[in-house]
């Protein structure tokens, strides 16, 4: 069987391809609480918020009939662009004034976050944050770890 090169793609006897790609947000933030590799476990955390809560929140505008394309019945590509151009903070935000993620949910992301962003721009906060507790970081990955886990399993309605 000839295996298709890096760069090309495979294609099947029907003409088509499938790309699959699979993530693992509970693993790579594992892996990276393992390595006390705190900037990149905060980082992959708040990637998942964003990814995870653009999933629900176009789940919510398809269910509830906002912006959607009359004939596709999809949203519309501004409403994507509008909710990928959000940043974590505000997608954070509408998520829970949109009663997709409750109180809890969201003081425990925005402390993430808060805290991924302290730790990525240490000149606003002083180059000595970088060295802090490790007990904290560990214990913010965990908690980073279960808010992807509890975003990623809402049910949109």
Known sequence: MNHPKKDEVAVGKAGLSIDTIIIDPFGDIRRAKERKDWPAGLS??????KHFGTIKLKGYFKHHGIGLDEKTREVKEMFVEFIGGLTVDKMITLLYCLDIID?????QMKEVNSERNKLLHPEKKGIAYRFHD????ARLLDQASRCVETL???RVE
């Open 44 to 49: 992959a955390s708040v990637t998942y918020f």
């Open 103 to 107: 109180e809890s949910l969201y003081n």
């Open 134 to 137: 490790e007990e904290r970081f």
């Open 152 to 154: 990623s399993h809402i």
